[in-house]
């Protein structure tokens, strides 16, 4: 599977955007997807993650309430929407496929990465 993240960019605190994932080379209907973010000299965290069915969603509690993963399946994409943003959500975000159907935020259940799109927040 190789993976697309897209819509990273430059915004002001409390504004929003819409992260993208697309699937290319085959789908991933079948897999788990979460994204990641990791912030400059520090370690990749979890952010959110969706299982195959987009019917059960994992977030992390940094995030909890402004952000939301859905997935469309004919479309094989993943969408991160990122709203009431803050200085401390500036990082680079990435979209990963899981091995499994179901979401989690362990980072070694996913083999699969896109390369990444930029989000900065200015305060």
């Known amino acids: 599977v190789q993976l697309q993240a897209s819509g990273g960019g430059l915004v002001q605190a409390g504004g929003s955007l819409r992260l993208s994932c697309a699937a290319s080379?085959?789908?991933?209907?079948?897999?788990?997807v979460g994204w990641f973010r990791q912030a400059p000299g520090k370690e990749r965290d979890f952010v959110a993650a969706?299982?195959?069915?987009?019917?059960?969603?994992t977030y992390a509690n940094s995030i909890q309430g402004r952000f939301t993963i859905s997935r469309d399946k004919p479309k094989n994409t993943v969408y991160l929407q990122m709203n009431n943003l803050k200085p401390d959500d500036t990082a680079v975000y990435y979209c990963?496929?899981?091995?499994?159907?179901?979401?989690?935020?362990?980072?070694?259940?996913?083999?699969?990465w896109g390369q990444g799109t930029l989000v900065t927040v200015s305060s």
């Open positions: 990963a496929a899981s091995r499994y159907s179901r979401s989690s935020y362990y980072l070694n259940e996913y083999p699969y």
């Open positions: 969706i299982d195959w069915s987009g019917g059960s969603t």
């Open positions: 080379g085959r789908t991933f209907s079948n897999n788990g």
